[in-house]
């Protein structure tokens, strides 16, 4: 055991903070992971330095390693970079609100658009939807169909009226009927052309919504990060609708939305029903984009077991060599508690390098210590050296927990050689607890 120790203890050496060296395959994992979910490559670059930075000689929990607990600060840096949740759409102080939708063709404004107006129905703001998109007969027609069907009015003027016209119109018209909300829907290009974004700059210089949302299709990709860009510079969105979460897409255009921009996002589509629209939570969309629910289950686990006081307090001890049996043995379940070894070897995708033969061994070791233990006194457990110099008692505890006696000695000279190895470490300017210290 002291020897293991000795060997657990070579590797954890130096890796007491997180250093560029013990982090290079979780780098490596999160910029794949970033890259997969498409987030644009620019953004991941500035991401993943900024949080190399931040996460550079941040202690390591005990038990957890370096580059999984780095995922962790990715993971934590991810969610706070998307913004907050739940952020509120905006509201006037004098009625009406107005809500400029943006976006290109097909991303789902139209359907967004009552969408919106359902969840603000819900909130008892009454609204009025605004069909601007003269280009296409169809689209008026489903904006007015959409409106039938959640029984919200829709103000339109046909194909033969300006787009400005008809969004002042229909604010005037909002303003006389007392409506709480106007959202104006707008056309889109398939791709962004000037004389679209001259429409759109031309509409929010006349009616001054309170807020501009952009419309993103999750689906976009990398292309989310330069259709921001230029719908901000061009118009200036104050948020965004992600669309098409309900797809199998990661979801990675979120980080480039809200990186590039720097506005929140505020809902996101999950199906083609007026009812799919759900607040944007960072947290979830983080794991969606990272696509590592396993390993963070692992290090949020551990961070669970790990009560850094009791740490501590144990480091202590040991450093002192009061560390006794009582404290070894808690130290073991700390490791039982967070699952065995081998299902926890097994969360970490590619990173676990224990051979399944060393788990069942390890394992095996843990619980004859662990019986071992239980068939001691509470004194005995405090002082190993009652039972370094009495053979009977050694005989009794051999006897309860099934055991050799060989095997009582051994356990009791292999803590014996720990606690002196302990004490020896905490003469030395290291510090740390070997959290796996039962391996
Ligand atoms: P617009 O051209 O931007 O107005 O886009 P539309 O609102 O007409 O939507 C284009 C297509 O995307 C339609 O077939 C919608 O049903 C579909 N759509 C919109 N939002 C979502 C969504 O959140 N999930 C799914 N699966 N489809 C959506
Ligand atoms: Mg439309």
């Given at each position: 055991?002291?020897?293991?120790?000795?060997?657990?203890?070579?590797?954890?050496?130096?890796?007491?903070?997180?250093?560029?060296?013990?982090?290079?395959?979780?780098?490596?994992?999160?910029?794949?992971?970033?890259l997969?979910?498409?987030v644009?490559?620019?953004?991941?670059?500035k991401?993943?330095?900024?949080?190399?930075?931040?996460?550079?000689g941040?202690?390591?929990?005990?038990?957890?390693?370096?580059?999984?607990?780095?995922i962790?600060?990715?993971?934590?840096?991810?969610v706070?970079?998307?913004?907050?949740?739940?952020?509120?759409?905006?509201?006037?102080?004098?009625?009406?609100?107005?809500?400029?939708?943006?976006?290109?063709?097909?991303?789902?404004?139209?359907?967004?658009?009552?969408?919106l107006?359902?969840?603000?129905?819900?909130?008892?703001r009454?609204c009025?939807?605004v069909?601007?998109d003269?280009?296409?007969?169809?689209?008026?027609?489903?904006l007015?169909?959409?409106?039938?069907?959640?029984?919200?009015p829709v103000?339109?003027?046909?194909?033969?009226t300006?787009?400005?016209?008809?969004?002042?119109?229909?604010?005037?018209?909002?303003?006389?009927?007392?409506?709480?909300?106007?959202?104006?829907?707008t056309?889109?290009?398939?791709q962004?052309?000037?004389?679209?974004?001259?429409?759109?700059?031309?509409?929010?210089?006349?009616?001054?919504?309170?807020?501009?949302?952009?419309?993103?299709?999750?689906?976009?990709?990398?292309?989310?990060?330069?259709?921001t860009?230029?719908?901000?510079?061009?118009?200036?969105?104050?948020?965004?609708?992600?669309?098409?979460?309900?797809?199998?897409?990661?979801?990675?255009?979120?980080l480039?939305?809200?990186?590039v921009?720097?506005?929140?996002?505020?809902?996101v589509?999950?199906?083609?029903?007026?009812?799919?629209?759900?607040?944007?939570?960072?947290?979830r969309?983080?794991?969606?984009?990272?696509g590592m629910?396993?390993?963070?289950?692992?290090?949020?686990?551990?961070?669970?077991?790990?009560?850094?006081?009791?740490?501590?307090?144990?480091?202590?001890?040991?450093?002192?060599?009061?560390?006794?049996?009582?404290?070894?043995?808690?130290?073991?379940?700390?490791?039982?508690?967070?699952?065995?070894?081998?299902?926890?070897?097994?969360?970490?995708?590619?990173?676990?390098?224990?051979?399944?033969?060393?788990?069942?061994?390890?394992?095996?070791?843990?619980?004859?210590?662990?019986?071992?233990?239980?068939?001691?006194t509470?004194?005995?457990?405090?002082?190993?050296?009652?039972?370094?110099?009495?053979?009977?008692?050694?005989?009794?505890?051999?006897?309860?927990?099934?055991?050799?006696?060989?095997?009582?000695?051994?356990?009791?000279?292999?803590?014996?050689?720990m606690?002196?190895?302990?004490?020896?470490?905490?003469?030395?300017?290291m510090?740390?607890?070997?959290?796996?210290?039962?391996?």
């Amino acid at each position: 055991l002291a020897e293991r120790l000795e060997d657990a203890w070579k590797k954890l050496r130096g890796q007491d903070k997180i250093s560029q060296a013990n982090i290079q395959d979780a780098l490596k994992e999160v910029r794949r992971a970033l890259l997969s979910a498409d987030v644009n490559l620019q953004v991941v670059k500035k991401f993943v330095a900024d949080v190399e930075t931040t996460a550079m000689g941040a202690d390591v929990i005990a038990g957890v390693r370096p580059d999984q607990q780095f995922i962790k600060i990715v993971y934590d840096e991810l969610v706070q970079v998307m913004g907050e949740s739940n952020v509120p759409l905006a509201k006037a102080d004098t009625s009406p609100t107005i809500v400029l939708m943006a976006g290109l063709q097909g991303t789902g404004k139209t359907t967004a658009t009552a969408k919106l107006a359902l969840h603000l129905g819900k909130e008892n703001r009454s609204c009025l939807m605004v069909a601007t998109d003269v280009y296409r007969p169809a689209a008026i027609d489903q904006l007015v169909t959409l409106g039938e069907q959640i029984n919200i009015p829709v103000f339109e003027m046909g194909t033969d009226t300006n787009p400005v016209e008809i969004a002042c119109q229909g604010v005037a018209h909002a303003k006389e009927t007392g409506v709480d909300t106007v959202i104006i829907d707008t056309a889109g290009r398939l791709q962004i052309d000037a004389e679209m974004m001259a429409e759109l700059a031309q509409i929010k210089d006349n009616v001054k919504p309170d807020e501009v949302l952009l419309v993103v299709d999750a689906m976009t990709g990398q292309e989310a990060a330069t259709l921001t860009h230029t719908f901000n510079q061009q118009i200036g969105i104050t948020g965004a609708i992600l669309t098409k979460l309900d797809g199998d897409t990661r979801g990675g255009a979120a980080l480039s939305v809200r990186q590039v921009s720097g506005q929140p996002i505020k809902f996101v589509g999950v199906g083609e029903k007026v009812e799919a629209l759900q607040p944007f939570y960072p947290d979830r969309m983080a794991s969606r984009i990272l696509g590592m629910g396993d390993v963070l289950t692992l290090v949020e686990k551990a961070q669970e077991e790990i009560d850094m006081a009791d740490a501590a307090q144990m480091q202590e001890k040991m450093l002192n060599a009061q560390f006794d049996f009582s404290d070894f043995l808690k130290q073991m379940r700390l490791l039982k508690n967070m699952g065995s070894l081998g299902g926890l070897m097994k969360l970490m995708p590619g990173m676990g390098k224990l051979s399944s033969d060393q788990l069942e061994k390890g394992e095996g070791k843990l619980k004859q210590t662990e019986a071992m233990i239980n068939s001691m006194t509470a004194e005995e457990r405090r002082n190993p050296d009652l039972l370094a110099g009495s053979p009977s008692r050694r005989r009794r505890i051999a006897r309860g927990s099934g055991h050799s006696e060989r095997e009582v000695s051994s356990l009791i000279s292999e803590f014996t050689k720990m606690r002196s190895l302990m004490k020896q470490m905490g003469q030395g300017q290291m510090g740390g607890l070997p959290g796996m210290g039962g391996m």
